[in-house]
């Protein structure tokens, strides 16, 4: 199965093209959307050419969600820490984003692999700014704590007006997700496609990850939930994340796909119903070909050669034909 990568591909080609070409000072003002709803805005300026705007847009979150100055809590600590002395947070940011960042190209390291490893940070922004939540939990959980401040349960943003929820705990983090589809073919395979993932975890080379569990209903962890935000056409997925689980480097890799489960279920819907769609095809041409095959072929007429008759002359007419 394929996971979604972290860096925007587009946020990063446009990096990299201006670190290339960097005495090509061209203005440059694009837009850019990527899944469940999350906007860039990229502007650089002919007059300070090492000077980027960069402008986020994050989904618009359900009423059970509070965002701090547009962000998600932790989201300012992230980004400083992430990003150090290139980026300067603008207060307020650009209308109709969360958040505006001015990035000092000048500042990046001189080495090629630091520069190329903190460029790929910037296009992470997104799991930068949406993951600083779930990584403060599991920041706590790998050191057995509960992180301070935070209610029993955790309500966070993943698509628009949509949220997933997390019950932190010193042991372990149990993390759920209400899965919603508009379309009705697709509620179907989501819900096949869930029940196979749950039963694939309990083969024997998947001891070691998170145990998971699916169910039409509502878990009990989510009864102090809203009950609009309990609602779901194709069941719920409970995850259980203990310390080992986010040992070292392994939290990364945690974070963004606990972000984007969603998302990649999602994919992995589309890619199989496209999938069915084209075995169909193939199948209705076979058996286009099939029945070609089986009509019966028509017969020609054959063409009968032409008769040879015999005129019978008169006496009279065969003496004028000796005559003549």
Not at 109 to 125: C, N
Not at 170 to 178: R, S
Not at 263 to 273: G, I, N, P, Q, R
């Amino acid at each position: 199965m394929i996971l979604l990568p972290s860096p925007s591909r587009f946020l990063l080609q446009i990096l990299q093209s201006r670190l290339q070409n960097p005495e090509k000072a061209v203005e440059l003002d694009c837009h850019s959307v990527e899944f469940d709803d999350v906007r860039y805005h990229i502007q650089f300026s002919v007059k300070n050419p090492q000077s980027m705007l960069l402008s986020v847009s994050l989904p618009t979150p359900p009423p059970e969600i509070v965002f701090f100055s547009g962000l998600p809590f932790g989201a300012i600590e992230a980004i400083k820490g992430a990003y150090g002395v290139l980026v300067q947070i603008l207060d307020p940011p650009k209308d109709g984003y969360n958040l505006t960042m001015k990035l000092n190209l000048s500042k990046l390291p001189p080495d090629e692999e630091q520069r190329h490893a903190l460029l790929v940070k910037i296009a992470s922004v997104r799991e930068v700014v949406l993951g600083a939540p779930i990584r403060i939990i599991l920041k706590h959980l790998a050191s057995r704590k509960v992180a301070p401040d935070l209610d029993r349960l955790v309500a966070l943003v993943h698509r628009p007006n949509e949220s997933f929820f997390l019950v932190p705990q010193a042991e372990k983090v149990t993390i759920v997700y209400p899965m919603r589809f508009k379309d009705s073919v697709d509620v179907v395979l989501a819900t096949s496609f869930l029940q196979e993932f749950v039963e694939a975890r309990r083969t024997a080379g998947l001891n070691n990850a998170p145990p998971c569990q699916w169910s039409s209903s509502p878990p009990m962890d989510l009864r102090e939930a809203p009950p609009h935000s309990v609602t779901a056409n194709a069941g719920f997925v409970t995850f259980v994340i203990f310390p080992r689980h986010v040992e070292g480097r392994k939290l990364d890799r945690v974070v963004w796909s606990l972000l984007t489960f969603h998302a990649y279920v999602s994919y992995h819907v589309k890619c199989s119903e496209g999938f069915m769609h084209t075995r169909m095809r193939r199948r209705v041409e076979s058996l286009i070909q099939v029945l070609d095959r089986a009509k019966p072929e028509v017969e020609k007429p054959k063409k009968s050669s032409p008769r040879r008759s015999f005129k019978r002359l008169s006496l009279k007419d065969a003496r004028a034909n000796s005559n003549s």
